[in-house]
Nanobody, 120 residues
Framework: QVQLVESGGGLVQPGGSLRLSCAAS????????MGWYRQAPGNQRELVAT???????NYADSVKGRFTISRDNAKNTVLLQMNSLKPEDTAVYYC??????????????WGQGTQVIVSS
């Protein structure tokens, strides 16, 4: 069984910074890619950023230049550094991993989500 556990959400003023962390644990053979999605009330879940095992990154246009995704492959963790936060960044942020489990079954896994609120 695979688990993803996020941390680091909270309340921050506009222009502030937060860092989200996500650790994958359990029966994992290999992680192909990890990333972050977010969902604001009344909206669909949307891509924020992804990072492949190779280090290749992909960002939503709305966060380019403000957010940075990074990964520690040895620890199966992914970080999202969020700077210059705006009220429209308010959402529940979900960690995701595309991986092969211990039985070499490929699949997508999701964390429980962490709330980010940007407000003065």
């Amino acid at each position: 069984q695979v688990q993803l556990v996020e941390s680091g959400g909270g309340l921050v003023q506009p222009g502030g910074s937060l860092r989200l962390s996500c650790a994958a644990s359990g029966s994992i053979f290999s992680i192909v890619a990890m990333g972050w999605y977010r969902q604001a009330p009344g909206n669909q879940r949307e891509l924020v950023a992804t990072i492949a095992n190779s280090g290749t990154t992909n960002y939503a246009d709305s966060v380019k230049g403000r957010f940075t995704i990074s990964r520690d492959n040895a620890k199966n963790t992914v970080l999202l550094q969020m700077n210059s936060l705006k009220p429209e960044d308010t959402a529940v942020y979900y960690c995701t991993a595309h991986l092969y489990d211990g039985l070499l079954k490929r699949g997508d896994y999701w964390g429980q989500g962490t709330q980010v609120i940007v407000s003065s």
